[in-house]
């Protein structure tokens, strides 16, 4: 725009000139406004607010102006010679003043500065303003964008590793079942084939554990005859037969057996318990015999396992409760009813408690008469007191007073031996001190040798 001569200004128009001018210098001096769409600050309060100060600052120490008169001069001159006589105390509080405005100007200089500074700075050296807005607004864009998709990106990650470990955890799951199982046939397939080879290292041990014991037997039968034959030739001496009539010295007595047997020998469901270890060693026998049968405890215990058995006595009291119990019994005396029966006539004779009851010779007769009754092969088990036991003869023996002498282990041996017995085997069983817990003081080996079984049996199997 041209501007038109000075000297065609109006009044007004050369007046509105001036201040357009001083505001120019001032703003050149103190910019302020927008600089490439930046708003500058206005230090325009601050210089307003600088010059009252340095109008009060130069007002300090002046006194007040005041209407004429005497008495206000005098008030006017005492008002100066105060403020004189006050200088030297205002003087630092002045002195501080104008450095503290002189320091505001030097701030404020400075900052006027740096609006120049920024107001000379070249466009060109700065992006467009509406550039950097169009930036801006691509950059907010970008950030809104980059928080949905993050949050996609965070849904979808979350939503994956939740398969992910559900899926691991179905692996994991079928992996430990398929362990299991797998774990489960192998040990099956080990006990079944270590099953198997126990039952086939037991059909073996067993085939020739029978091998062996029969060939074993078979060894020791052919010695046992070899050895009783000699024996026989050489020991045995003729001996007069003794009648074997008079069994024993029972019928002496008129006293009720049954009774004393109930009261003495034993509770019966004790001495039945006790038989029924015996019925292992006649369990092959088609006939069996009892002698001396009593209350029928062994009869019954082979009843139970299957084995015909007949049992003898000579009380008719036994024999009427055994035939109710249904139970064969025969009321006689042995002697008659073996030799009635003849040779062969059983493969198994059972004889318990009996032959303490003999004289020695009724004994020997005893065992001989058996050895006759029984087929080759067949079994005999002979129980009766232990005389070996010193506590027999202050407790049990002469208790029953039909007993005649105890029967010591050899003798019997010897008595089975000579009528042609062989596998001949003696067990002792009911130790004393069992029953007298007073015998355990003594020692070991002198307990075991005088107050070891209180009875014993005696097995053997005819030879021929």
Not at 115 to 136: H, Q, S, W
Not at 282 to 295: H, N
Not at 422 to 427: C, E, F, L
Request: with cysteine; hydrophobic share 40%; aromatic share 10%.
């Amino acid at each position: 725009m041209n501007e038109k001569p000075r000297a065609q200004f109006t009044h007004e128009e050369e007046l509105e000139h001036a201040i357009r001018e001083i505001r120019e210098r001032v703003l050149a001096r103190y910019p302020s406004g927008l600089w490439h769409g930046l708003e500058l600050p206005d230090f325009t309060p601050v210089l307003e607010a600088r010059d009252q100060a340095n109008a009060k600052v130069a007002a300090i120490g002046r006194v007040n102006p005041r209407a004429g008169g005497p008495i206000n001069s005098l008030i006017q001159g005492g008002k100066q010679l105060i403020a004189r006589a006050l200088g030297w105390f205002v003087r630092d509080q002045v002195d501080f003043n104008y450095a503290m405005i002189r320091s505001l100007d030097s701030v404020l200089e400075g900052l006027n500065g740096i609006n120049r500074t920024l107001k000379t700075i070249p466009p060109r050296f700065d992006p467009p303003i509406e550039e950097l807005r169009r930036e801006a607004r691509e950059l907010k864009d970008i950030q809104s964008n980059w928080l949905a998709w993050r949050r996609e990106w965070e849904d979808k990650l979350a939503r994956n590793e939740v398969q992910f470990l559900r899926a691991v955890a179905d692996l994991q799951s079928a992996y430990a079942h398929r362990t299991a199982v797998l774990e489960q046939r192998f040990e099956e397939r080990t006990a079944s084939q270590h099953k198997d080879f126990e039952g086939a290292l037991e059909r073996a041990n067993f085939s020739m554990q029978q091998r062996f014991w029969s060939e074993l037997e078979k060894v020791r039968v052919e010695y046992e005859r070899i050895i009783y034959a000699e024996i026989r030739s050489v020991r045995q001496r003729p001996a007069p037969l003794l009648s074997p009539s008079g069994a024993g010295t029972e019928a002496s007595l008129d006293i009720d057996w049954v009774h004393f047997a109930n009261k003495f020998r034993g509770d019966a469901p004790k001495i039945a318990e006790h038989f029924r270890s015996y019925v292992t060693h006649f369990e092959a026998c088609e006939r069996v015999l009892d002698i001396g049968c009593g209350r029928g405890e062994f009869l019954s215990a082979l009843k139970e396992k299957g084995v015909s058995g007949t049992g003898i006595d000579l009380y008719a009291e036994n024999i009427e409760i055994l035939r109710a119990e249904g139970l064969e019994a025969i009321q006689g005396d042995v002697f008659e009813y073996l030799d009635q029966q003849g040779p062969g006539s059983f493969d198994g004779i059972f004889c318990a408690q009996v032959i303490e009851h003999l004289p020695p010779a009724k004994v020997w007769a005893l065992v001989k008469a058996c050895a006759t009754a029984l087929k080759p092969g067949g079994v005999i088990v002979f129980e009766t007191p232990n005389p070996e036991c010193l506590a027999i003869f202050a407790t049990h023996f002469y208790i029953d007073p039909s007993h005649t002498r105890p029967v010591p282990p050899a003798l019997l041996c010897f008595y089975l031996e000579e009528a042609g017995f062989g596998r001949i085997d003696v067990h002792r069983f009911a130790p004393a001190y069992e029953e007298r817990p007073e015998l355990n003081a003594l020692p070991a080996s002198l307990k075991e040798s005088f107050f070891g079984g209180l009875d014993y049996y005696a097995f053997a199997r005819k030879l021929s």
